[in-house]
């Protein structure tokens, strides 16, 4: 067998006959590996050819081209996971045929969601095929026994093997595929080691190839490398239908699932989880557990209702500004983006006369959550003027709104929305932009008392007084 020596980017995957210090595809530096890499035949060359062979000729006959409106639309029915966090966030459920990638550090709990979610379809009836590369049977089945029943249905194969891993998916044609982990798969001819980027390709374009023509659902697991992303992550992140982070927030309890990609569905959605000793339960009402210990009558904290993908979540923004007597003020920001602290604080300053430029300014969202939105803006200025007032703004009160360069406080989106999910929460003030004041929010408020303000000033005086 004949081989060559490229040298592949382990970002990107941009092959190179020799090294390179910087990848001129993504601009990462040092991330070539030599990796002797042979062109892999069709239908597997050293071996399997048999079995292998004739799915994959199925799957690449030749093809005539359809008249659009006579193309099949093949709308099956979305495959619900048993856990309605995840549907939500998948954009309803599964989509038969679709190829989802599950990423996130180790311990996570990634293999702990996808083997509750096999164990829900296989007891449906749904067969299950559940390829794990990084633990024994022995030990997904003791895995399995501690979430719950176990069910015929689910069927387990350890291999590292890729082309094993497709052969089996190819003759069982399970509902659900579960490959966990990409990472410690293998391409018998492609001689680089296991996790790196042209065996993540090679193994995964062999097993989406067989999938293709299949209403099977493809589920990979990737471990995050230290910088984050997925290995041979933008490779994979492209092939696939969807991309799900899981993570967990420095030093908290709870579980993120968080849609990165999705073609069937919003992106930014995300779904809460705790991690239990029976496995992940759902937490059901994020915005209650997230404002659980919230201080009641601390300067500095004030309440906004974000929208994450298409879900309303109410977070609080806490704010510390204290002097900075030795010059050089320091600026931090936890969760929320610098750059859009820095906004408020210089319309702060410039337009309603609150100068903290001698002053440390340090803002978080509360709870580890990370959000970025422009309805941050008035909740972030009147956390900021309390804090630096040292008087509490009103703790009944929610702020919404976006702050424009002169002070203006401008409409935001999705508005009734927020303001429901204020009233669950048991919220009794609104103060939200005068622009978003319409009357068929009439319908939707209820009990809420709304202060409608079209200036930051008049926000903070509604508030803090
Ligand atoms: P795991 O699913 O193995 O993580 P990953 O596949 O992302 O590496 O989860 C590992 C952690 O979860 C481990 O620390 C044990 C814990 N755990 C529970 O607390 N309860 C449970 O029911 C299970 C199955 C795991
Ligand atoms: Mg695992």
């Known amino acids: 067998m004949a081989s060559r020596t490229v040298f592949t980017c382990q970002a990107c995957g941009h092959a190179s006959p020799k090294w390179l210090g910087r990848c001129p595809d993504c601009g990462a530096w040092n991330t070539f590996v030599e990796e002797r890499a042979a062109a892999p035949a069709r239908g597997g060359g050293r071996r399997g050819g048999h079995a292998l062979a004739g799915v ?12 659009l409106h006579q193309v099949d ?88 093997d890729a082309l094993q ?7 069982y044609q399970p509902a659900l595929a579960v490959i966990d982990s990409i990472q410690t798969l293998a391409h018998p001819d492609v001689a680089s080691a296991p996790g790196s980027v042209s065996q993540v ?63 069937f569905g919003a992106t ?8 239990q000793d029976r496995g992940l339960a759902e937490v059901a009402n994020p915005s209650a557990r997230l404002l659980s210990e919230r201080p009641r009558g601390a300067a500095g904290s004030a309440v906004v209702a974000a929208v994450e993908g298409t879900r309303p979540l109410l977070v609080e923004i806490q704010a510390l500004v204290a002097p900075a007597p030795y010059g050089n003020p320091r600026r931090v920001a936890t969760g929320l983006d610098l750059g859009r602290a820095a906004l408020v604080l210089a319309v702060l300053d410039k337009r309603a006369g609150l100068h903290l430029g001698g002053c440390d300014v340090y803002l978080k969202v509360a709870g ?26 009103d703790p009944e009160a929610v702020v919404i709104g976006e702050l424009g360069l002169a002070g203006e406080v401008r409409s935001v989106q999705r508005v009734d929305e927020r303001l429901r999910e204020a ?10 932009p005068r622009g978003n004041l319409t009357p068929a929010l009439a319908g939707v408020v209820g009990e809420l008392e709304l202060v409608p303000v079209q200036r930051v000033e008049e926000a903070i005086a509604a508030t803090v007084g």
């Open 56 to 67: 994959l000729a199925a799957a690449t006959e030749p093809v005539e081209p359809i008249a």
């Open 165 to 171: 891993a497709a052969e089996a998916i190819g003759r």
């Open 201 to 263: 390709r090679e193994s995964v374009a062999l097993l989406m190839a067989v999938t293709k023509r299949l209403p099977v659902v493809l589920v990979l697991v990737g471990h995050v490398t230290r910088a984050g992303t997925i290995a041979g992550p933008r490779v994979v992140e492209h092939m696939v239908d969807a991309v799900l982070y899981f993570e967990s927030p420095a030093h908290h309890a709870y579980r993120l699932l968080r849609a990165i990609k999705n073609r």
């Open 73 to 160: 639309a093949g709308r099956q029915p979305r495959l619900p996971t048993g856990m309605a966090e995840l549907d939500r966030v998948l954009g309803g459920g599964f989509v038969p045929g679709s190829v989802v990638l599950v990423g996130g550090d180790p311990g996570v709990g990634k293999s702990t969601l996808l083997l509750q979610v096999s164990q829900h379809l296989a007891a449906r009836g749904l067969p299950v095929l559940y390829v794990t590369g990084e633990e024994s049977a022995a030990q997904v089945r003791l895995r399995a026994e501690r979430l719950g029943a176990l069910a015929p249905d689910l069927a387990v194969l350890p291999t590292t």
């Open 423 to 432: 009233q669950r929460l048991g919220f009794r003030r609104v103060v939200l």
């Open 268 to 275: 930014h959605e995300i779904a809460l989880f705790e991690m």
């Open 368 to 393: 580890g959550l990370r959000v970025d939105e422009p309805a941050l803006d008035l909740a972030l200025a009147v956390a900021l003027a309390s804090s630096h007032r040292d008087r509490p703004a």
